[in-house]
């Protein structure tokens, strides 16, 4: 039966889900119940909280643009992997169009890099 093959997916799928779900749900009853001043405030990169933001409010958006550079270097490295998985089969042709790929996400973080995106002061 060509549907039994997908069993494994589909009970790895069920323990994922049933495993996210007991820790949220357990969560309040065995973590730790003791909130202070400190616990309780907002972290904001080793730098200690103020009333107010410094630029009136704003948060930096140097914050946002470096978890989106993040999320987009993990995506594009996800690509890596299929590739590692038919590099036999794609022969001379999969090994180019790789380095093109490889050649290409260097150049963009070569940019971000050169333009100041990953400093952090």
Not at 21 to 40: D, M, T
Not at 98 to 113: D, E, K, R
Request: glycine share 10%; aromatic share 20%; charged share 15%.
């Amino acid at each position: 039966m060509p549907l039994t093959q997908y069993l494994p997916i589909v009970g790895l799928f069920i323990l994922g889900a049933g495993f996210a779900v007991f820790s949220v749900a357990a969560a309040p009853f065995i973590g730790p119940r003791r909130y202070n001043r400190a616990k309780l405030d907002s972290y904001e990169c080793g730098i200690e909280p103020t009333p107010q933001s410094i630029g009136g409010n704003r948060f930096p958006v140097k914050y946002y643009l470096t978890g989106m550079l993040f999320i987009l270097f993990d995506i594009e490295i996800i690509f890596l992997y299929p590739w590692a998985v038919a590099n036999k089969a794609l022969g001379v042709f999969g090994l180019v169009e790789m380095f093109l790929f490889v050649l290409t996400v260097f150049i963009a973080y070569a940019y971000v890099w050169r333009r100041g995106g990953l400093d952090w002061h």
